[in-house]
């Protein structure tokens, strides 16, 4: 082997370690996993969201009924069309309040904890944008090179022509750097959305996991809304059952009817008591990713990244799967 | 950064208080005789039950507002939604990316087509 050829073997042999390094720092498994991780947190934060607009709703509900039932006398303040602030553009609330003056209790709206939910969704949302396959990025910088060498091609032979230049083979040579260009540019898209990612869950940790402490005390909460929601009618079910056992004249058959309705009441409880606290988990996925990422990702943080996204892809699947809408009696507020 | 939602003691106390109660009514309608009598132990149990699981729906939607308010007191939104705004600024920078090198190509061809069409006149 000459010293040319040496040398030239030492160039490929540079450029191939060169991309064997980047490929080395790329780990699609960091990328999915993240990617995973955003989608479930997403799918979390609207599942909670949507159960926290229906306690909302159920508490405004309550609230009307109650004041109907006191027969509470409801009156006008701040209500004049011409109040102070009306010329300004900014009329005072028109509010309901007993006779007398005093306030009416408001049904919550919760709006921070569906703002805090929001931006925990968005999070997620751009989180799995920048953890997309970068194939596609591949193919359009791919593309856009080999579109390049070709256009620079054109350009030598024109100008070679223009100035009586011998001609010489300039295109192919263009077209080899180009696909030597675009393999790292491919390499380096990947690495640099990987790197991106690491970045950023190692620096969002702090407050993700502070707003997954709140979210999971709104889980929490949510539980034991529901499950002492749903305890009145599990409790009203077996005192119709107790009540029918307990009449002599009622037949085998209503009780074996209202047994099987006990039953199910009895069944549709314990699956409401299965769904863990989901927010918990996200935090404890979002702390392991952050921790594999602090490291680069390696084999063992990696293995419990991904365990910590698989749980919470578990916990996800089997919360609130074996309720169902609110029954038409009113009775079944199973979400 | 650490947000905490401050338990007060009033909120524990009668969480404690509707657990214990509703255990005991709970314990008793498991175990009572059925009766008609609204003074009867089963019937008094199992309108306590009732009385108290609606309680606890009142005690957790005080907590929900709690931890409602903690989150408005916290600025936790701004420092997410602050979070996101850098993911998608370095999905968007990685994509601009890839249009940049489009773009030089099409400049590129652009002058490539010049080129030609100049060596193409007369005088050249």
């Known amino acids: 082997m000459n010293i040319f050829r040496r040398r030239r073997a030492g160039r490929r042999g540079a450029a191939l370690a060169a991309a064997l390094l980047l490929s080395a720092c790329v780990n699609p498994a960091f990328r999915d996993s993240v990617g995973e991780y955003g989608a479930l947190t997403k799918a979390a934060a609207a599942q909670q969201n949507a159960r926290t607009a229906a306690v909302a709703a159920d508490e405004e509900e309550r609230l009307r009924a109650e004041l109907a039932a006191n027969r509470a006398d409801l009156r006008l303040e701040n209500c004049e069309p011409d109040a102070e602030g009306v010329a300004e553009g900014k009329p005072p609330r028109c509010t309901l309040v007993l006779k007398g003056g005093a306030a009416i209790e408001e049904a919550p709206s919760f709006a921070n904890v569906a703002a805090l939910t929001g931006a925990l969704s968005s999070y997620a949302d751009n989180l799995i944008l920048l953890a997309a396959d970068p194939k596609d990025d591949q193919r359009s910088f791919s593309e856009s090179i080999s579109g390049l060498a070709t256009s620079l091609g054109g350009l030598d032979g024109a100008v070679r022509k223009a100035t009586g230049a011998a001609p010489g083979n300039a295109a192919p040579k263009l077209e080899a750097v180009a696909a030597l260009v675009a393999q790292g540019g491919n390499m380096y898209f990947a690495q640099r959305r990987a790197a991106a990612l690491k970045r950023i869950v190692i620096a969002a940790d702090p407050v993700v996991q502070s707003a997954a402490r709140l979210l999971s005390g709104v889980d929490g909460a949510l539980l034991s809304y529901y499950r002492n929601d749903l305890y009145k009618s599990v409790q009203a079910a077996q005192g119709h059952a107790t009540r029918l056992v307990n009449t002599p004249e009622a037949s085998v058959e209503d009780i074996r009817a209202a047994q099987d309705a006990l039953f199910a009441k009895v069944a549709a409880y314990n699956a409401l008591g299965s769904d863990t606290l989901r927010f918990q988990a996200i935090g404890e996925a979002h702390a392991k990713l952050a921790a594999a990422a602090r490291r680069g990702a390696s084999a063992g943080e990696m293995k419990a990244a991904i365990e910590a996204v698989l749980e919470l892809a578990g916990t996800a699947d089997a919360a609130w799967a074996a309720v169902k809408p609110k029954g038409k009696d009113g009775d079944d507020h199973q979400r | ?124």
Do not use: H
């Open chain 2, 1 to 124: 950064m650490t947000t905490s939602v401050e338990t007060l003691p009033a909120w524990s106390a009668a969480d404690q208080a509707q657990r214990q109660a509703m255990g005991a009514a709970s314990a008793i309608l498991r175990d009572a005789d059925f009766s008609d009598d609204p003074s009867s132990p089963y019937q008094q149990a199992e309108q306590a039950c009732q009385r108290l699981a609606e309680a606890g729906k009142r005690l957790a939607v005080a907590r929900m507002k709690r931890i409602d308010a903690a989150i408005a007191a916290s600025g936790q939104v701004a420092e997410i939604t602050a979070a996101a705004n850098k993911a998608k600024k370095e999905a968007d920078l990685i994509a601009t990316a890839t249009a940049k090198v489009e773009k030089l190509t099409q400049v590129v061809t652009a002058v490539t087509q010049i080129a030609t069409k100049i060596t193409a006149l007369p005088f050249v």
